[in-house]
């Protein structure tokens, strides 16, 4: 049974990972960011506040390099010039609040934590890439600061289906409620 949601613009947040021009080309389904678009909309219309999160280095020695048995998805190396720069068709304005991280969680090493808080936000919508790495880092670190959370789930995508459905299924039921965006959409009117 799906609880219904009661958003308080005020106090939420619509929180976006990723969508930037290096990792957008993730999503096979051509729909993350027409959803998230959607959001952008909804929270727009209703002066809720975004949070556009980018990933970016400043030289690359600032990058985790990580000791794993299996080479980082994604490949590694120099990235293009605009590989962190937010796609246009997500709709980022000048005098938006955007957040740039170094690893795969938004709020370790950002401001964004101390930003909400002093908004009152007490609740964050998230959507972005990749579902089980910035995504999902970045619910849990939210889950630890003590934040609400709605995931939208066909607002994020990640390499595979298998590693979609694994964090959709175990980790987000357990912190969070998850919703579509048309689910999401049709209980905030």
Request: hydrophobic share 40%; aromatic share 10%.
């Amino acid at each position: 049974m799906m609880n219904t949601l009661n958003i308080d613009f005020q106090k939420t947040a619509l929180v976006i990972i990723d969508l930037q021009k290096g990792i957008v080309p993730i999503d096979q389904s051509g729909q993350v960011v027409p959803n998230a678009k959607k959001l952008v909309d909804e929270f727009r219309k209703h002066n809720g506040f975004i949070s556009f999160v980018n990933v970016a280095f400043h030289d690359g020695a600032d990058a985790l390099k990580p000791q794993t048995d299996e080479p980082a998805q994604g490949g590694s190396g120099e990235m293009p010039a605009d590989w962190a720069e937010f796609v246009p068709e997500i709709g980022v304005q000048d005098g938006d609040y955007t957040v740039t991280k170094r690893q795969w969680g938004a709020f370790f090493g950002t401001d964004l934590d101390l930003q909400l808080r002093r908004r009152g936000i007490d609740t964050i919508v998230l959507c972005g890439i990749a579902t089980n790495i910035g995504v999902e880092s970045t619910a849990r670190e939210a889950f630890q600061l003590g934040y609400q959370q709605i995931f939208i789930t066909d607002a994020m995508s990640t390499f595979s289906d298998e590693e979609h459905e694994a964090t959709l299924r175990f980790i987000f039921p357990r912190i969070g409620k998850s919703r579509t965006t048309e689910e999401f959409l049709e209980q905030v009117k």
